[in-house]
């Protein structure tokens, strides 16, 4: 039992020492403009497409939260989502470049003022699975206000790149495609593929904040 308790507390210091440190570290956008070559040869041409694994956009990060990005990054960085490129990227940051590579990317929106409630209806198949989803209950109004900060902006995304996303949630053991989420994956498992992408095309048509910020060379 004395063992057991031992463990516990030094585990519970250890969670604390953890959550300290990451509070201590402050996103800087400035210092984030010059970590972001790395991003810049997908992320920063306009419909620039992945070929893996299978052909999409690569999605729009300007303006996307920055505790999103970061919560991002580091699920690469701990193999919770599989894609080698990203994973070799995410590997190479550290803690402060994350921060500052994410801070830039948030300041960098298209600043639009959405309105609270989605002006596209939804035909009658994707409201059901909206409902059954229960999407909007984590990504918020118009699906672009996220209930919490780690949480992604959807509305207005690429189409394509949330259904492979989607997808991707229900596959969480692959070697090099899948994401292991529990409450993505329990959610994304519950429709077929169909219905991921008729989910997906809705939500990519809605009106959004979320750019691709263009480096003068590729425009």
Do not use: W
């Amino acid at each position: 039992m004395k063992k057991t308790l031992t463990t516990l507390f030094g585990l519970s210091v250890a969670c604390a020492t953890g959550m300290l440190h990451a509070e201590d570290i402050k996103g800087d956008a400035k210092a984030g403009a010059g970590k972001i070559a790395m991003c810049i040869g997908c992320h920063g041409i306009p419909g620039y497409q992945s070929s893996f694994p299978q052909v999409h956009k690569v999605p729009k990060i300007g303006g996307q939260g920055a505790k999103y990005i970061e919560s991002a990054l580091n699920a690469y960085k701990k193999g919770e989502r599989k894609f080698p490129s990203m994973r070799a990227i995410a590997d190479s940051l550290s803690e402060q470049d994350i921060a500052d590579v994410a801070a830039y990317y948030a300041e960098h929106g298209t600043q639009a003022d959405l309105p609270a409630k989605p002006t596209l209806e939804p035909n009658a198949q994707v409201a059901q699975l909206l409902q059954k989803g229960a999407c909007v209950s984590c990504h918020g109004e118009n699906f672009a206000k996220p209930i919490d900060p780690s949480y992604p902006k959807i509305a207005g995304q690429y189409a394509d790149y949330l259904f492979v996303a989607l997808k991707q949630y229900k596959n969480d053991q692959g070697a090099y495609v899948g994401r292991s989420n529990a409450i993505m994956g329990g959610i994304a498992k519950q429709f077929t593929n169909a219905e991921l992408k008729a989910l997906a095309g809705y939500i990519g048509a809605l009106p959004d904040d979320l750019k691709v910020v263009t480096e003068s060379r590729f425009r």
